[in-house]
């Protein structure tokens, strides 16, 4: 019976609780980060940066990928011809050229993941502050990027003023 009672006890509590209006005096505001990345001068030669390294990268691997295939054609039309030890060596020359270019295409793309994230780094440092400073000016106290956001007043989406002064400072 006692548990009863402050079950209730707990429920009505509760729906008191969630009936009161939230009051809240912080001023939020919220941007898309993605958009001001792809559509900021500072974004534009970033992510351009990262689109020109990742082309030479798919370049590069291409070139090899077709010499390894045409060293793997060569190998099988001699195969009738050379002798099972002379083709066996050349296929196990083959098999390490084949590690050698799977662990170089590893590295390029672990290493352009290092470079994408060192230059998106540099991107939000030079943002923040132009970020913070209209935080300032404006009385916001935070601010929330837009994917986060389920639903929103677009009088708090400062993402054009933000872009604006990010194209203005970097221009």
């Known amino acids: 019976m006692f548990q009863y009672k402050k079950l209730i006890l707990l429920i009505i509590l509760f729906s008191f609780l969630n009936s009161l209006p939230a009051i809240s005096s912080d001023k939020v505001a919220f941007i898309d980060v993605d958009y001001i990345i792809k559509n900021s001068v500072l974004g534009k030669n970033v992510l351009k940066k990262i689109t020109d390294l990742d082309k030479q990268n798919i370049n590069k691997l291409n070139s090899r990928n077709e010499e390894l295939k045409a060293k793997e054609l060569e190998l099988k039309s001699k195969q009738n011809i050379i002798s ?64 986060i956001i389920f639903m929103g007043n677009s009088k708090v989406n400062i993402t054009q003023e933000i872009l604006d002064e990010i194209n203005r400072q970097y221009n």
Do not use: H
């Open 84 to 147: 099972e030890d002379v083709f066996k060596k050349e296929l196990s020359q083959l098999k390490e050229k084949v590690s050698i270019y799977t662990q170089e295409k590893n590295k390029m793309i672990n290493d352009l993941k290092i470079f994408k994230n060192k230059e998106l780094d540099n991107v939000f440092k030079k943002i923040g502050p132009i970020v913070s400073k209209y935080m300032e000016a404006n009385s916001i106290n935070i601010v929330l990027d837009s994917k």
